[in-house]
């Protein structure tokens, strides 16, 4: 979940809305464990479940559209982490984390899973809570609720030691081809400040998927909107995604080679920070080896990569990160076990 | 702090230096050590430096210990029937032992490639990724003889090993006679030697006598000149003694300090008291698997004393070693070895914590071969 201080950066960026999927960051699942998927993929199991009359699939949320790519990344490590995931029942799962760092803070954190019984699919029950918090007392907390069968709610709160920085509350309706969301970010009535972002995606055909995003901030003595589009393209074995709105633009390539290798190609512009960005990375999981292995090369002269192994029969993974900036000589490097 | 510091034996004496051992001498990476440059005359290394013993051998490959370690017990079934006391190992040993249970400290990533070219040759690269020093690959070489002194020492034996930035380390040991065996040993930083050093080595039935002649400039007038001698009183008892002499234009002066040795059935404690302070190890042998090491350094030039404790756990079923020690200053550190068979790779994991200075370092490293 970590600590990003979303409210705290002076643009308004568009609130954490769905794209921190809440349990995806909580390790593994102990066996019959069903955990929901916060935000689904665009599957094609999409397809089976539309009507015989509307052959358009739901085209899933409007932040999965990049995740896909942006999954195929590795992760920057630093310093020793420890996880220690374990399950206490069907609806319930708690992990601790230590993290020993070189560069910043150790901190441990405490986290906590319970999804409900309502059960909404073959792996989606509701309602789902999950919150951690730090040695500090920094806490992340989300519910999410099925509310009917086609709207999902999301309520989500996130402090910083006893401060409260970000608080938002959304609202997604699945149609058959299509999906919005409206999100209500940090409203303060007393101030009379708040951020709305509202989301449209809808499928013009079975491949391919358009929609818009409208963020609307306000603070006192000042307004704004902005606006992006964003369209999906989805092949065989390929997505291609971009997004275009008056902060810049962000495009996205994944292709899955084969069954072990997946490649992903991102290309940012900022026009407020007048910079690009182009990175390249691939995913290779060997499963025999109980093996995945993570490489990514940058514009900005970065490399990095990131090793992770089973250790079977014990339920231990390692992994091992280094991350090297050739531009400004710096080196990091870092390692992690992961229990249950 | 995280540098790979060759383990230099330097003497209590009016250096007072004690340098922390970084990389153990398995590893034949000599450091760069600025021991030139320091305004102290610090002894070089004498006989501390052992070549061979870190480099994995390839099959057939009979590398030769640089200096003994104490003999075993066989050892002593080898001596003649009317002398009881054996040979009781070179001077730097001592403490050997009790050092090599502690774990060393690393950090970055490190990449090394052992290669055996023949029986007598081997070379190795290492790339170090450093976090916060500099990044630095180094090729290393070694070379054995032919002449055959025993089962698994050949002589002579050439090491050598050149940095990327063109520091290069130099030894060269050779048996000139049955008992005698000198070596000789440069060090360059960059392009400038800082270390120059030869030695001799008698090793008697019961007594062992060294003497090391280092960086000696005859233009300038200056040198270092040490002798150690080691005899054994009882089988289990070893006593002996060291000179430092150092001269250098306008300044000369000496050190002396003793040294003794108790080895027992599993353990070994020895105590080296000089004018510049006292280094107490004590060495315990638990079980096959468990080794513990307790070591109490006191200097009296810089007015502090630290106690560390370590221990070493060998699980050779699940090819794992781990290192741990604690200390006085609060620093508290792990390392894990593993060996990962089929390959002949193996990783090998390192954290150290000071709680102090509230400093963590970690690292890894894989060693191909």
Not at chain 2, 23 to 52: D, F, H, K, Q, W
Not at chain 2, 130 to 155: A, C, I, N
């Amino acid at each position: 979940m970590g600590s990003v201080l979303a409210a705290s950066s002076p643009s308004p960026a568009p609130a954490a809305a769905g794209g921190s999927p809440g349990v995806s960051g909580l390790g593994s699942v102990p066996p019959g464990f069903t955990m929901p998927s916060v935000s689904s993929v665009p599957a094609t199991s999409d397809q089976q479940t539309a009507d015989a009359d509307s052959p358009l699939p739901n085209p899933g949320t409007y932040e999965e559209c990049h995740r896909k790519c942006k999954e195929v990344y590795p992760l920057q490590m630093d310093g020793v982490r420890l996880v220690v995931n374990k399950g206490l029942s069907n609806h319930f799962q708690v992990c601790h984390t230590v993290t020993l760092s070189t560069l910043g803070d150790s901190g441990y954190r405490f986290g906590s899973t319970y999804v409900g019984s309502k059960q909404n699919g073959p792996a989606e029950s509701f309602p789902v809570m999950v919150g951690d918090m730090d040695n500090t007392g920094s806490l992340n907390a989300q519910i999410i609720h099925q509310l009917t069968s086609a709207v999902r709610s999301k309520i989500a709160i996130q402090t910083q030691q006893h401060k409260f920085v970000n608080w938002q509350c959304d609202m997604e309706w699945r149609g058959e081809n299509f999906t919005s969301a409206v999100t209500l970010g940090n409203p303060d009535v007393l101030v009379g400040s708040g951020i709305l972002v509202s989301h449209y995606l809808q499928s013009i055909t079975p491949a391919l998927a358009m929609g818009g995003e409208l963020v609307y901030h306000r603070r006192p003595g000042e307004e704004g909107a902005v606006t992006s589009l964003l369209g999906r393209y989805t092949g065989d074995n390929f997505i291609a995604t971009l997004t275009l709105g008056g902060a810049g633009a962000h495009a996205t390539y994944y292709h899955k080679a084969n069954d072990q290798l997946q490649i992903g190609v991102e290309f940012e512009a900022n026009t407020r920070m007048q910079e690009t960005t182009a990175s390249f990375g691939y995913q290779l999981d060997v499963p025999k080896a109980n093996l995945l292995f993570k490489g990514t090369v940058d514009s900005n002269w970065m490399v990095g990569a990131t090793l992770e192994k089973k250790l079977l029969p014990l339920p231990l993974t390692l992994a091992l990160g280094a991350f090297l900036n050739h531009r400004k000589n710096k080196f990091q490097c870092g390692f992690g076990v992961t229990i249950g | 702090a995280g540098r790979s510091v060759t383990r230099f034996f330097f003497f209590f004496g009016t250096t007072g230096f004690n340098f922390r051992l970084h990389r153990p001498l398995e590893i034949t990476t000599m450091g760069s050590v600025l021991a030139a440059s320091s305004p102290n005359p610090l002894p070089p290394a004498s006989g501390g430096v052992a070549a061979a013993p870190g480099l994995t051998a390839p099959p057939g490959f009979g590398m030769p210990p640089v200096s003994s370690v104490i003999p075993p017990d066989g050892a002593a079934s080898e001596q003649e029937a009317e002398n009881s006391l054996s040979n009781p190992g070179a001077f730097d040993e001592c403490h050997r032992k009790c050092k090599e249970v502690f774990p060393m400290q690393m950090e970055g990533v490190r990449l090394v490639v052992n290669k055996g070219l023949s029986n007598h040759f081997q070379v190795n690269h290492t790339v170090l990724l450093s976090t916060t020093g500099d990044s630095t690959y180094r090729f290393g070489s070694t070379y054995v003889g032919t002449k055959q002194m025993g089962p698994g020492e050949f002589f002579p034996v050439m090491v050598g090993d050149m940095d990327n930035s063109g520091s290069l380390n130099a030894q060269i040991i050779h048996q000139v006679a049955s008992r005698i065996r000198s070596k000789l040993a440069f060090q360059t930083q960059l392009n400038k030697f800082v270390n120059w050093q030869g030695d001799a080595e008698i090793k008697g039935e019961d007594y062992t006598a060294t003497i090391t002649l280092g960086n000696p400039d005859v233009l300038v007038g200056s040198g270092i000149l040490i002798a150690h001698y080691l005899q054994s009183i009882t089988p289990a008892m070893a006593l002996g003694g060291e000179l430092v002499y150092h001269s250098r234009p306008g300044e000369e002066g000496s050190v002396m300090s003793l040294v003794g040795r108790y080895t027992g059935s599993n353990y070994i404690a020895t105590l080296t008291v000089g004018s510049a302070g006292a280094h107490a190890s004590y060495y315990h042998r638990a079980n096959e698997q468990l080794q513990l090491g307790v070591e109490l350094e006191a200097s009296s030039r810089m007015q502090d004393t630290s106690v560390s404790f370590g221990y070493q756990l060998d699980v050779p079923k699940a090819n794992l070693l781990f290192k741990g020690s604690l200390d006085s200053n609060w620093v508290v550190g792990a390392t894990l070895e593993k060996k990962l068979l089929p390959l002949p790779l193996s990783l090998v994991l390192c954290t150290f914590l000071n709680h102090r200075k509230n400093k963590f370092q970690c690292g890894f490293g894989v060693t191909i071969g």
